[in-house]
């Protein structure tokens, strides 16, 4: 059955009106009056939106999504454009309205959930943990607490999988962050045995967990598991999963040679255990973060399943910047966008959608990807050796017509045969002045001028759409080599960029922007000063990011416990997460106390300094 939507939106000549629904679109219809109209199936008008389209890209989306019930046949189902609240910034609602709120700033800490500690976890921290991040949080007046990927990582349990921007699974969580006392393990004396011996670690020992805390898990589902998959709780997660549960199951199921119920099961009891920590969140008025990786691996459930949405034959990476002098190899395909267009992106928004159940908000990695991707044939390992993809290359003639060669300046476009990309870090030496220039020249349009509106439309036909499958806040990680292209799309559809101090972008930090004094991909605030950093050195720095236009601060907890002489890590030349140039980097970090320590009063002193700094910025 399908009914008539009509809606009256005046648009300018060029422009055109279309319905979305989920994966589809209704183009409409113009008729007189600037009325608008499609024949849209009955089953799509229980969630739709409407958008402005022009020159076949979204330039504008009404601000809520509609839900109607079919009128009676032949009946017009009439609709208004939905309008941003007066003063929103914002094109599209956000699921959280503190977001939405005019001139919103709010303040968080950054924590990878493996780096967090408890006296209940088991040598790596679990979503439990969250909780009493949460509870520090909300005491120092935080909103937001950020994190690093959570999804599954799992290949053999050893320390190449502790690489949380690895997934196997897009919508997997990782079975590690799991609380054992919950899956119905019991406390004996072996199990605090060896709870102790994992937990006295300074690091996280990342195959020594595994192997010990998935034993666990198996010796739970086989004990519980039988009577957990009987009840309704279970059946409604597996029927409201299947999307992508059974086909991970299996993947997980062949890799393992073990059934595929028993990692339904442990699926079950992380979300159900994340669920119960995003409400607890949500009662103390915080949300979560997430971070949502650029790739997703090879040899995960999604290339295994679906190889014809990713081009396999190249692996993912960036050309030499501020992280890595050799440029960087991330080890996963690109994207054949191509084919994920053919159903108006799916899969993206099927994840975008699940990564929505449990984050208000989400790290965009590498939003540069969603533009053009540094593409590395899978015959070579160096970032040295990379391309732009998509990308207008020269041809032969192009370049023999400037008195050059390809030998050694330019290399082959595997995309288009016959045309070339300049290399990134070309052989100069032995050429003439004037020929250096010349090359100089080619280089710098091909890098910075010849593709501003060519990767301005390739991601535009992606973002609006992938914006939209959730009410999540978008923040951009822009770093690196950024087209001119990039801030304009980022401002229209009001993504936030992120700001570092030493990455300045030759304009002042906007409203709409993350700022941090660190990251999970730099030395802390107290490495960079090679540990010469005071209290109040810690504290002028904070203030200053607190301080600024940024809509959102949210800075390593790291960096918050350098204010606090007694509760600041001792060795912190450890305090890094991750070396970007050390492709073999072990993801150890881990607080060096328990968190609980956070609220007792040995700490006040420290939240009373976070708290006084919101207060003083408004935040």
């Given amino acids: 059955m399908k009914t008539t939507v009509r809606i009256q939106f005046h648009t300018v000549w060029g422009q055109t009106l279309c319905l979305i629904s989920g994966n589809k679109r209704y183009p409409m219809r113009w008729t007189e ?93 679990e979503f439990n943990d969250l909780k009493l991040m949460v509870d520090w949080a909300a005491a ?31 919508f997997g969580l990782h079975p590690l962050y799991i609380r054992l006392q919950e899956i119905g393990v019991k406390e004996t004396a072996a199990f605090k045995k060896a709870q102790k011996a994992l937990n006295e670690l300074p690091a996280l020992d990342y195959p020594r967990v595994y192997k010990e805390k998935m034993a666990y898990v198996r010796k739970a589902y086989k004990a519980n598991g039988a009577a957990d998959m009987q ?47 995003v409400a607890y969140a ?49 080890g996963f395909p690109t994207y054949n966008w191509e084919a994920m267009a053919k159903d108006n992106y799916a899969w993206w928004k099927s994840r975008l959608r699940k990564m929505s159940q449990y984050f208000d908000a989400f790290r965009i990695d590498h939003i540069l990807g969603f533009f053009r991707i540094w593409e590395i044939p899978v015959e070579h390992k160096s970032g040295l050796y990379g391309h732009f993809n998509p990308a207008m290359p020269y041809s032969l003639d192009e370049i023999k017509n ?17 045309y070339f990309q300049p290399m990134i870090t070309p052989k100069l030496q032995e ?23 060519f990767w301005r439309r390739n991601a535009e036909k992606k973002l609006p759409e992938l914006l939209s499958a959730s009410g999540m806040l978008a923040c951009g990680e822009d770093l690196g080599m950024v087209p001119d292209c990039v801030p304009g799309v980022m401002d229209h559809w009001k993504i ?76 912190w030349q450890n305090e890094r997460v991750n070396d970007p140039a050390n492709p073999d980097n072990h993801w150890a970090y881990r607080v060096h106390f328990p968190l609980e320590q956070l609220m007792d009063k040995k700490a006040d002193a420290l939240t009373e300094k976070v708290k006084a700094l919101l207060r003083e910025s408004n935040r």
Wanted: hydrophobic share 35%; glycine share 8%; charged share 25%.
């Fill in 33 to 125: 009056g600037d009325f608008w109209t499609a024949e849209v199936d009955n089953a799509d008008l229980k969630e739709y939106f409407f958008a402005l389209m022009q020159d076949g890209l979204i330039v504008r989306m009404d601000w809520d999504n509609h839900s109607s019930k079919a009128p009676k046949k032949g009946e017009i189902l009439e609709e208004k454009w939905i309008e941003a609240p007066a003063g929103c910034p914002f094109p599209r609602r956000h699921q959280q309205e503190k977001f939405d709120q005019p001139g919103f700033r709010g303040a968080g800490v950054a924590i990878p959930v493996f780096s967090l500690r408890s006296k209940d976890d088991f040598g790596i921290g």
């Fill in 140 to 170: 120092c007046g935080m909103t937001i607490i950020q994190l690093l990927p959570i999804n599954d990582t799992t290949r053999k349990g050893e320390w190449r999988d502790s690489y949380p921007y690895s997934p196997i699974s897009s």
């Fill in 231 to 277: 009840t309704p709780a279970f059946r409604k997660f597996v029927k409201e999963n299947a999307f992508w549960l059974d086909e991970y199951c299996a993947f997980c199921a062949k890799r393992d040679n073990l059934e595929p119920e028993y990692f339904k099961w442990i699926q079950f009891h992380l979300d159900k255990q994340l669920s119960k920590v």
């Fill in 282 to 330: 949500h009662k103390k008025g915080v949300s979560l973060k997430g971070d949502l990786p650029i790739g997703v691996s090879a040899d995960s459930a999604e290339a295994y399943f679906h190889p014809e949405l990713f081009n396999l034959d190249s692996t993912a990476g960036a050309p030499p910047d501020f992280f890595s002098a050799d440029g960087q190899n991330w």
């Fill in 402 to 418: 400037a008195y050059l060669e390809p030998e050694g300046l330019f290399l082959e476009d595997p995309r288009h045969p016959g």
């Fill in 431 to 453: 050429l003439p002045q004037w020929l250096q220039e010349r090359f100089g020249r080619m280089y710098e349009d091909f890098f910075y001028r010849r593709h501003n509106e």
């Fill in 496 to 571: 936030l960029s992120l700001e570092m101090v030493g990455m300045e972008k030759g304009r002042d930090w906007p409203y709409f922007s993350v700022c941090a004094t660190s990251s999970h991909d730099m030395a802390s605030l107290r490495m960079q000063r090679d540990g010469n950093l005071s209290t109040e050195e810690c504290r002028n720095i904070l203030a200053g990011h607190f301080h600024s236009a940024c809509m959102l601060a949210i800075h390593p907890l790291q960096d918050y416990l350098a204010l606090d002489e007694g509760l600041r890590r001792e060795d």
